[in-house]
């Protein structure tokens, strides 16, 4: 069952100047995933985005960035439909999906840019 929170699997940094810049300073593999508590679709890729979480610890950062809470930080990243996933790589935008996904397809992207 979907919780209504957001994944926990780490801190997301404040959508401030600073919050910004962890993402652009991260080192290795990042997915953001821009999400809202009204949104259907990111309650249902929240188990996806935990399992993956755990399948890829320490490999793959995955954040969970409010887009109602943060909306400066989605603007920056031109973020106009929710979900919105983006992989970062060491602060580059490597790819960005809009909507939902299979797990699998999901692990095929990260799969897809790791070493």
């Not at 890729?45 to 960035?65: A, D, M």
């Not at 929710?82 to 939902?100: C, Y």
Request: aromatic letters at 8%; charged letters at 20%; hydrophobic letters at 45%.
């Amino acid at each position: 069952m979907a919780s209504d929170q957001p994944l926990q699997p780490t801190s997301v940094p404040p959508a401030d100047t600073s919050g910004l810049a962890a993402f652009l300073a991260w080192s290795g593999l990042l997915l953001v995933d821009f999400w809202a508590p009204w949104c259907s679709p990111c309650k249902a890729l929240t188990p996806v985005l935990h399992e993956l979480g755990k399948n890829f610890e320490g490999r793959v950062r995955i954040v969970n960035v409010n887009a109602d809470e943060c909306p400066e930080m989605a603007a920056h990243f031109q973020v106009l439909s929710l979900p919105t996933l983006i992989l970062f790589r060491d602060g580059s935008v490597l790819d960005r999906i809009v909507g939902t996904r299979s797990r699998r397809e999901l692990e095929l992207l990260l799969l897809k840019y790791l070493p």
